[in-house]
């Protein structure tokens, strides 16, 4: 038998509950009866029960005290699946396998200090730019164990996050190309195209600098989103990773993501000179991509999609041969935004070109890109002044 229903916190907040009995512990021949508070809405308390309930069948009562904190993060990754993109489920896998579960995995939760977090923390900080993130995630284990009565608070909300240093935050992820490197880039990709005869890159590369599309994005791209006569180019799918490394295309990153964006000629010249030359090359391979609107602008030799792997490969193999600047794959997108802004774009016009549902995301792109800027201009009034 077990009751759900709604009570109110001492703060006026709604919250819903359940009491459930489960039936007989056969460990100490006891009547099992447990209650759940702090779910937001009455399916989210269903859902638990439910989850309790075919634990409880499979497993038997497991007590709070000999829980380890991968056990119940294997409850809480049942229910977070539902509630996340694939792509999402899998990079939030990875966190927890590569950083998460080895330092919490083997502890009993209930036992897990507020100096032991702090200590990985620190040490997420000196490793990891994003380690905020991996501890947000761990935070959500805990909530959820907190939910479930396991452990009376969360030591992550108990921490203080350190800061890292400047010359360290983010380094390699807002690093992009002004307009002389982006120049520079270009010229040793079309003196590479030449002998290497990689047209495939260089369109790539093009749209990317020239739209601020985001990698998947592009290589979700077919041929029919594509307007020649008016010049647009319609994004509305991005390719993802999914379980078992598998590569699938799925709805953009946001809502806002779905946009038409104005292409200049110059990449309207580039992609139709691509697209005959892809026509050759699969027909090469035995595959007629003639009357067929939903090819892939960019495709493997078996005419599927290019491993995401593939964009960094080609840009690290350039960057090295010509010794040039690094930057990532997604700098494009960033060196996008700061040739948007030097021309004179508003940072509206921005956000809606890049496809953030936030501004605040735009703004954060803005105040990176200024930095670089105010450098650029103290550099230019030394070298005008000359003494």
């Keep these: 038998m077990a009751t759900i229903k709604q009570y109110t916190k001492t703060n006026g907040i709604k919250l819903w509950m359940f009491q459930v009995y489960l039936g007989i512990d056969e460990a100490t021949n006891k009547r099992v009866k447990t209650t759940r508070r702090n779910f937001k809405t009455k399916k989210e308390a269903q859902l638990a029960l439910n989850r309790l309930k075919l634990d409880f069948n499979n497993n038997g009562f497991q007590h709070p005290e000999n829980m380890t904190f991968e056990q119940v993060y294997e409850r809480w990754l049942q229910e977070y699946r539902n509630t996340v993109k694939e792509s999402t489920l899998v990079k939030t896998k990875g966190y927890f396998?590569?950083?998460?579960?080895?330092?919490?995995?083997?502890?009993?939760?209930?036992?897990?200090?507020?100096?032991?977090?702090?200590?990985?923390?620190?040490?997420?900080?000196?490793?990891?730019?994003?380690?905020?993130?991996?501890?947000?995630?761990?935070?959500?284990?805990?909530?959820?164990?907190?939910?479930?009565?396991?452990?009376?608070?969360?030591?992550?909300?108990?921490?203080?996050?350190?800061?890292?240093?400047?010359?360290?935050?983010?380094?390699?992820?807002?690093?992009?190309?002004?307009?002389?490197?982006?120049?520079?880039?270009?010229?040793c990709l079309a003196e590479e195209d030449k002998h290497e005869h990689n047209h495939q890159a260089n369109t790539l590369f093009r749209l990317l600098a020239f739209t601020?599309?985001?990698?998947?994005?592009?290589?979700?791209?077919?041929?029919?989103?594509?307007?020649?006569?008016?010049?647009?180019?319609?994004?509305?799918?991005?390719?993802?990773?999914?379980?078992?490394?598998?590569?699938?295309?799925?709805?953009?990153?946001?809502?806002?993501?779905?946009?038409?964006?104005?292409?200049?000629?110059?990449?309207?010249?580039?992609?139709?000179?691509?697209?005959?030359?892809?026509?050759?090359?699969?027909?090469?391979?035995?595959?007629?991509?003639?009357?067929?609107?939903?090819?892939?602008?960019?495709?493997?030799?078996?005419?599927?999609?290019?491993?995401?792997?593939?964009?960094?490969?080609?840009?690290?193999?350039?960057?090295?041969?010509?010794?040039?600047?690094?930057?990532?794959?997604?700098?494009f997108r960033h060196t996008h935004a700061s040739l948007l802004f030097e021309a004179g774009a508003s940072i509206k016009e921005v956000q809606e070109r890049l496809g953030h549902s936030d501004i605040k995301t735009t703004m954060n792109v803005y105040a990176h890109v200024s930095k670089h800027a105010k450098k650029d201009t103290v550099e230019k009034f030394v070298n005008y002044v000359n003494f």
């Design 97 to 187: 396998n590569n950083h998460i579960l080895p330092a919490f995995g083997n502890m009993l939760i209930n036992k897990i200090s507020i100096p032991y977090a702090q200590s990985i923390i620190n040490d997420w900080c000196n490793k990891y730019v994003k380690y905020r993130q991996l501890f947000n995630y761990t935070s959500a284990v805990f909530q959820y164990a907190m939910k479930l009565e396991l452990v009376q608070k969360d030591p992550t909300k108990l921490v203080v996050y350190p800061k890292r240093k400047e010359e360290i935050k983010g380094s390699d992820d807002w690093k992009f190309y002004d307009k002389e490197e982006l120049q520079k880039f270009f010229a």
């Design 212 to 331: 601020g599309m985001r990698k998947g994005e592009a290589l979700a791209l077919t041929w029919q989103d594509i307007d020649f006569t008016n010049q647009t180019l319609t994004i509305n799918k991005a390719l993802s990773r999914g379980e078992n490394a598998r590569l699938y295309v799925q709805t953009p990153k946001t809502s806002h993501s779905n946009r038409t964006l104005d292409i200049d000629k110059t990449t309207i010249h580039v992609l139709k000179k691509w697209k005959l030359r892809q026509r050759e090359q699969l027909l090469m391979l035995g595959y007629n991509a003639n009357s067929n609107d939903k090819q892939l602008v960019f495709s493997n030799t078996r005419n599927g999609y290019l491993q995401p792997s593939k964009p960094r490969k080609w840009l690290v193999q350039i960057i090295n041969k010509y010794q040039l600047k690094y930057i990532k794959v997604h700098g």
